[in-house]
């Protein structure tokens, strides 16, 4: 009861000494269709859980990238979004947000099917290694994608989406279920729509979504989210099944609330 009330008071002083300015946060959620559609009382919750999440997290800019305020505010208001309603603990594991300028090598070890290890160069625009460990996020790609508008793709979200799949250990593409969910029908929607990827690039076809999904159950989680956030009418459309079970896991309705946006409300 006293550690609930201390952090009460720890976050409202943090409110109150370490505001994101109105400019930055206006600016924010009307630019970015990310935001839209929010009904009053969510975006006041954002705007309270990115102000902690800002303050409380450590953001660094790598390769002479100077980390702005208003960068460091548009990254925490779309973690905040991701787990609106799951509660910003659920991100505590995570203290350190790098930013490059833009996307960056990487170079590590690979074992292969066959239990060889090779080197592996890859340029990413975003990276989480475990639970505990930093995002690395590109900061071109991540701008471009709040002020122009790209359905399907987030770094931020994708990143910060296997932190919540790493909760209950290696990033496998099933974060912690709610109680009131099932694990069996989750897996069964997550893997027909998995395999059913796999299958139209294996013979050449358009994918129904970005075909990294491909790659692993864990970046199927992580691009299905992304989905579910700016393009959750194709999400739906192809994958019903796992726009459902996210929909449940996040807590969040956001086909509804794009069309809602839509009309005007
Ligand atoms: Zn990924």
Same mark, same amino acid.
Request: charged share 10%; glycine share 0%.
């Given at each position: 009861m006293i550690a609930k009330w201390l952090e009460h008071f720890r976050v409202r002083r943090i409110l109150k000494r370490f505001p994101i300015p109105h400019e930055t946060w206006h600016h924010l959620m009307t630019a970015d269709p990310l935001f839209h559609g929010l009904s009053a009382v969510e975006k006041a919750r954002l705007r309270e859980m990115a102000t902690v999440f800002l303050h409380r997290k450590y953001f660094k800019g790598a390769q002479g990238q100077v980390v702005t305020s208003e960068m460091g505010a548009a990254i925490s208001a779309q973690a905040a979004l991701l787990v609106l309603n799951l509660g910003l603990d659920t991100l505590d594991g995570c203290n350190d947000i790098i930013v490059y300028p833009s996307a960056f090598r990487v170079r590590r070890e690979a074992h292969d099917e066959l239990g060889l290890v090779r080197q592996e160069d890859n340029v990413l625009a975003g990276e989480s290694w475990s639970y505990d460990g930093p995002v690395v996020l590109a900061w071109d790609e991540a701008e471009a994608e709040l002020s122009e508008n790209h359905p399907g793709h987030n770094v931020v979200l994708h990143e910060f989406a296997h932190k919540l799949d790493m909760l209950n250990g290696k990033a496998n593409g099933m974060p912690p279920l709610h109680a009131e969910m099932n694990r069996a029908v989750w897996t069964q929607a997550f893997s027909q729509a998995f395999e059913h990827l796999q299958a139209q690039l294996a013979h050449y076809h358009n994918p129904?979504?970005?075909?990294? *999904? *491909?790659?692993s159950p864990a970046e199927f989680f992580a691009v299905t989210t992304e989905y579910f956030f700016t393009a959750p009418k194709r999400l739906k459309q192809h994958f019903p099944g796992v726009y459902e079970q996210l929909k449940q896991y996040y807590r969040q309705d956001t086909l509804h609330r794009a069309q809602s946006a839509d009309s005007g409300f």
């Open positions: 129904d979504i970005n075909s990294y *999904a *491909a790659t």
